[in-house]
């Protein structure tokens, strides 16, 4: 990241500009519209660290809108007495949003700075984030009408003590502290530790940050959290859910995508650190009496193209790309081959594919397979067999997949971009949407 200190060099020599300046040179919209903003901090980190650096380091940046809304839980919870820690701060965007809840002296920056230092605590691996943080943050004063009583940055800087570098699973400290937590964690990959009770092997590491961040809270602490919608919907995060719902009191909300650049749709989770109380509803979806697993069986297609060798009898072979939409194909059609030893399906059944969006017109665009052949089925589709064996009942649970119920149900129930088994076993198969 070392590259992002272009950025904060320029951003140093600005602050710096705006505290020698003669009183009310920068008006607040200046300030607001300089290298200080979201936009430019964002513009500057895309073009100076290349992509699969910022996605190895998780350092992708929260929007004002999604800040504020992130702070908005805390209503009136924050007073000059209050610690607010983000232990992945970043460019600081959250403790930016989460001073507008601090007083600010209009006589003296020094005087705000001293409170705002008490209140705010923030980590983060790289230097040049924690630079840029407390530089914004002096300019975020400056922009709410705090005069500028201190001529040396260095100095201002220094107002903000538990702003520093540092690895968050190392410095669990300020999170017992803490009265308030705000956090968007990184989203990548990471190795699960030796002690993790609940997963194994790679795990996203929100789901871990959360981990840290409940298990250090003192009681009553309020924590909100924006998180990956994997951790709310996921199978895999099941035990990981439980773990939050034991120790916090909370509520989450669907929030959409993240940004326009990224393309992960995320959640808040609002909630106070407590004795377990009941469980949030995770999935927000209507439990249906009846749902697509208590008629069909439902398992992912087999086939790795990748990584599985042509080593077996030559069958039938269908994908994602090959399955023309919501029409039924027979087994003798079928023209492309794989030399599968593994496990073949037999028809019929309908495939589904797993890629699957809240922006696609479908949710889970399904083609009905029939006949004799039993076929190898590719690992990007969803084989789902009816119990009965009927031909009839995929046409009917094609109809289901097109109704526009199914969709609300899938948008609510999962928005992650692969479609999950536990996901389609949960449709709801209602009278009305299968006639
Ligand atoms: C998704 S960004 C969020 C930054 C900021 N809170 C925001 O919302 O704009 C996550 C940040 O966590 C930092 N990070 C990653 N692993 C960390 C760790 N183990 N300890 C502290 N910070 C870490 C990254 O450098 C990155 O800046």
């Given at each position: 990241m070392d590259?992002?200190?272009?950025?904060?060099?320029?951003?140093?020599?600005?602050?710096?500009?705006?505290?020698?300046?003669?009183?009310?040179?920068?008006?607040?919209?200046?300030?607001?519209?300089?290298?200080?903003?979201?936009?430019?901090?964002?513009?500057?980190?895309?073009s100076l660290i290349p992509i699969e650096e910022l996605r190895d380091a998780g350092s992708f940046f929260t929007g004002d809108d999604m800040a504020d809304e992130a702070v908005e839980y805390f209503g009136r919870s924050i007073s000059a007495k209050s610690l607010i820690v983000d232990p992945a701060c970043g460019a600081g965007?959250?403790?930016?949003?989460?001073?507008?809840?601090?007083?600010?002296?209009?006589?003296?920056?020094?005087?705000?700075?001293?409170?705002?230092?008490?209140?705010?605590?923030?980590?983060d691996l790289f230097d040049v984030f924690v630079e840029a943080t407390k530089l914004r943050l002096i300019l975020e004063a400056v922009s709410r009408g705090a005069r500028p009583d201190i001529l040396d940055i260095d100095e201002a800087k220094v107002l903000f003590p538990q702003i520093q570098e540092a690895d968050a699973f190392d410095h669990g400290i300020a999170l017992k502290r803490a009265t308030h937590v705000i956090i968007n964690p990184p989203y990548h990959k990471m190795a699960a530790s030796n002690s993790c009770e609940?997963?194994?092997?790679?795990?996203n590491a929100a789901a871990k940050f959360m981990d840290l961040v409940s298990a250090n809270v003192g009681r009553g602490t309020y924590v909100s959290a924006i998180l990956p919608d994997v951790l709310r919907s996921g199978s895999r995060y099941e035990k990981w859910r439980a773990l939050i719902s034991s120790k916090l009191k909370c509520s989450v909300l669907s929030a959409g995508r993240?940004?326009?650049?990224?393309?992960?749709?995320?959640?808040?989770?609002?909630?106070?650190?407590?004795?377990?109380?009941?469980?949030?509803?995770?999935?927000?979806?209507?439990?249906?009496?009846?749902?697509?697993g208590d008629y069909f069986d439902i398992s992912i297609g087999p086939v790795v193209p990748y990584r599985d060798k042509q080593a077996g009898v030559s069958s039938p072979y269908i994908h994602p790309k090959q399955l023309p939409l919501w029409e039924e194909v027979r087994t003798q059609e079928i023209k492309e081959t794989w030399n599968y030893a593994?496990?073949?399906k037999k028809a019929p059944f309908v495939a589904i594919r797993r890629t699957s969006s809240p922006s696609d017109t479908y949710r889970a665009g399904g083609t009905l397979i029939k006949g004799t052949q039993k076929i190898a089925v590719e690992n990007h589709l969803i084989v789902v067999r009816p119990k009965s064996g009927r031909v009839g009942d995929c046409?009917?649970?094609?109809?289901?997949?097109?109704?526009?119920?199914?969709?609300?149900?899938?948008?609510?129930?999962?928005?992650?971009r692969h479609l999950t088994v536990s996901a389609v076993k949960e449709i709801p198969w209602k009278g009305e949407l299968c006639e």
């Amino acid at each position: 990241m070392d590259l992002f200190s272009t950025y904060t060099a320029e951003l140093e020599r600005y602050a710096g500009e705006v505290l020698t300046a003669p009183v009310g040179s920068y008006k607040k919209r200046d300030i607001r519209e300089s290298l200080f903003s979201t936009q430019q901090v964002e513009q500057h980190l895309r073009s100076l660290i290349p992509i699969e650096e910022l996605r190895d380091a998780g350092s992708f940046f929260t929007g004002d809108d999604m800040a504020d809304e992130a702070v908005e839980y805390f209503g009136r919870s924050i007073s000059a007495k209050s610690l607010i820690v983000d232990p992945a701060c970043g460019a600081g965007n959250l403790l930016i949003a989460s001073s507008k809840k601090l007083p600010v002296t209009k006589s003296s920056l020094r005087k705000t700075l001293r409170v705002w230092g008490r209140c705010l605590a923030g980590l983060d691996l790289f230097d040049v984030f924690v630079e840029a943080t407390k530089l914004r943050l002096i300019l975020e004063a400056v922009s709410r009408g705090a005069r500028p009583d201190i001529l040396d940055i260095d100095e201002a800087k220094v107002l903000f003590p538990q702003i520093q570098e540092a690895d968050a699973f190392d410095h669990g400290i300020a999170l017992k502290r803490a009265t308030h937590v705000i956090i968007n964690p990184p989203y990548h990959k990471m190795a699960a530790s030796n002690s993790c009770e609940w997963a194994d092997g790679k795990i996203n590491a929100a789901a871990k940050f959360m981990d840290l961040v409940s298990a250090n809270v003192g009681r009553g602490t309020y924590v909100s959290a924006i998180l990956p919608d994997v951790l709310r919907s996921g199978s895999r995060y099941e035990k990981w859910r439980a773990l939050i719902s034991s120790k916090l009191k909370c509520s989450v909300l669907s929030a959409g995508r993240f940004d326009s650049k990224t393309d992960v749709d995320v959640f808040l989770l609002n909630g106070r650190a407590a004795s377990p109380g009941s469980a949030p509803d995770w999935l927000g979806v209507e439990h249906c009496a009846k749902t697509i697993g208590d008629y069909f069986d439902i398992s992912i297609g087999p086939v790795v193209p990748y990584r599985d060798k042509q080593a077996g009898v030559s069958s039938p072979y269908i994908h994602p790309k090959q399955l023309p939409l919501w029409e039924e194909v027979r087994t003798q059609e079928i023209k492309e081959t794989w030399n599968y030893a593994g496990t073949l399906k037999k028809a019929p059944f309908v495939a589904i594919r797993r890629t699957s969006s809240p922006s696609d017109t479908y949710r889970a665009g399904g083609t009905l397979i029939k006949g004799t052949q039993k076929i190898a089925v590719e690992n990007h589709l969803i084989v789902v067999r009816p119990k009965s064996g009927r031909v009839g009942d995929c046409r009917k649970l094609l109809k289901v997949l097109q109704n526009n119920k199914t969709n609300d149900f899938l948008n609510q129930r999962i928005r992650c971009r692969h479609l999950t088994v536990s996901a389609v076993k949960e449709i709801p198969w209602k009278g009305e949407l299968c006639e």
